[in-house]
């Protein structure tokens, strides 16, 4: 099997899933716009080869990439990168290569856009909020007649937080289209709920193979608006609500052989027509991996390996890997380097060294959201995890 992996060398952590598809038999060919010197051992080792593209944007160099791998190889039967950045491209390399294993680009422009998510959504009975595309102040002023304020805007395809934004009156809503609104948005009515994920490694047959609860800040967007920091978890367990939704979400937008991240809120008041406390909204759907480390979060929570169930599922259409009962929170600690603490490193490390899993610095590109120094440790419940997070995150 000859498997084109895009840019595997962003997150720093993704060359797990070459190694994994090396210890398959798979040829593994990189693409990437970092020089191959500056590289990782660990992912030069997991590679057949690597190309490398200056710009990834550029499509043209990309495309060329791949033409002189299936010169070379022979046949592209995969074509992946897991990110979210590079997901239309992957699309439009798969069409132009005639590889079936992956979303089309039409397939992909309907799994990206908000809008074109709600009918997959009502054809698997998952509730959702009320929205519609918006391109004037006349039509947002009369879906807000119609569901009150506030509302929430957001890139009708964005990536992350990015332009998502809370409108909270009339008033907000004439100086958000005042700014100009350079790209299709939409609104929605403002739901009030903890947000809460549903990750998966999905068969050929929308199954899944791995299942995952992740629990995040109420709103990500005020996170990065007032450089918050933040704080998420992994959870031991999947409520069965939670898997019940993300199981037929799967099945009705047709996600297969993929590794998703799909995003709900779970009300924390009753909201008619919606549901009641506890019951769960469906947000949006991301058909890659969850960003930044949150895969080595799933691992360590479940003691298990998602790269080599991600990479069975590619290779065998099922997964070979031990299902494990050690259990845990893995909770996500970010701190921003604008605010001071009250706890050094060096007394976090003495306290929690034994449970932390994971530390260092967040990339750039990842450092809004996930802010720029992270500590991951895990725990065994709910009282530690609130008490680690308190204790890392307790500012002067």
Known sequence: MNFVFISPQFPDTYWHFCAALRD??????????????????????????????????????????????????????????????????????RDDFNITTGASAAQMAKWQSKAEMKPLYAAGKVPTAHQQRVSSLDAAEEFAAKVGYPLFAKPEKGVGSGGACKIADAEALTSFFAQGVDEPYVLEEYVTGDICSYEAILDSNCEPLFENQCEFPPSMAEVVEKQLDVAYHARPVVDPKLAKLGRAAAKSFGLK???????????????????????????????????????????????????????????????????????????????????????SEAEIFERYGNAICMSGRMADALSDDLCNQMYMARVKSEDERHEYESFIMEQR
């Not at 998602?306 to 845990?328: E, F, G, N």
Request: glycine share 8%; with cysteine; net charge negative.
């Open 24 to 93: 398959r038999g798979v040829t593994v060919l990189g693409i990437g716009d970092t020089p191959y010197d500056y590289i990782s051992g660990e992912l030069k080792d997991a590679l057949t080869e690597y190309y490398y593209a200056p710009s990834l944007e550029d499509y043209e160099q990309v495309f060329r990439a791949v033409a002189y791998f299936s010169w070379k190889y022979g046949k592209i039967d995969w074509l992946e990168s897991n990110n979210e950045y590079w997901l239309s491209q992957d699309a439009r390399l």
């Open 257 to 343: 052989n993929r590794f998703v991240h799909m995003e709900f809120f779970r009300l924390t008041e009753d909201k008619p027509g919606l549901g009641s406390v506890g019951d769960y909204v469906g947000l949006e759907v991301n058909v890659r991996p969850p960003g930044g480390y949150t895969p080595d979060m799933l691992n360590f929570a479940h003691s298990a390996d998602v790269y080599r169930i991600w990479a069975d599922m590619v290779c065998y259409d099922t997964s070979h890997q031990p299902v494990s009962d050690d259990l845990y929170y893995c909770v996500y600690v970010g701190r921003r380097d604008c605010h001071e603490y009250v706890h």
